[in-house]
């Protein structure tokens, strides 16, 4: 075999380890069957003595929005990748979840789990990596044809900037004067 078709391979075998992965968690989130703490007795404890596995995992269970958004998210994301025409903005999705999901999993899983679902995550990441790597070239072309009308520099005069912050904060004002009657309305049926 080749050495360009063995890449080739590899690379395919790679996205489809992520696409099974991704949505079979996708799935899972979907149908709350990933997160939870499945003894009950834990969550009686004082949330001093619980380890944040626990309250983590209890927590990402209760919400319905949470499963159901990352669940889409991993689903799409594992669709794209498994269509050559979408391979790459799946691959950049997929890198977004799981830098995510190994930030979680260094944060509140290694308490109980050890390092296990962490590796994982990371050789996953690595995985997508890969993947973006062997399509370097036509990441670089897009990203050209993206950028090409664009300069550096600005337009504007430097005394605009500070007058942009101000502005920002206006409209966070103005747009919650603007929403308070929603956030009434929503607050009563949520």
């Given at each position: 075999m080749k050495k360009d078709r063995l890449f080739e391979v590899i690379i395919l075998v790679l996205?489809?380890?992520l696409i099974v992965y991704m949505v079979?968690?996708?799935i899972s989130k979907l149908t709350m069957n990933q997160f939870g703490v499945y003894d009950s007795s834990i969550l009686k404890n004082s949330l001093e003595n619980v380890d944040s596995f626990y309250v983590a995992w209890h927590l990402f269970q209760r919400s319905y929005f949470f499963n159901i958004c990352t669940g889409m998210i991993e689903i799409i994301?594992?669709?794209l990748l498994m269509i050559?025409?979408?391979?790459i903005i799946g691959a950049i999705i997929i890198l977004s979840i799981l830098t995510q999901i190994f930030i979680i999993d260094i944060s509140f899983t290694t308490g109980v789990l050890g390092v296990s679902l962490p590796l994982r995550i990371a050789f996953m990441i690595f995985s997508d990596l890969a993947i973006l790597y062997y399509y370097r070239k036509r990441i670089t072309r897009a990203y050209k044809i993206l950028t090409i009308n664009f300069s550096l520099k600005s337009k504007n005069k430097w005394w605009i900037y500070p007058?942009?912050?101000i502005v920002g904060v206006l409209m966070d004002f103005v747009f919650s004067i603007i929403t308070y009657p929603i956030r009434v309305l929503l607050n009563k049926f949520l």
């Open positions: 996205r489809w380890y079979k968690y996708g994301g594992g669709i050559n025409r979408t391979k007058l942009l912050i």
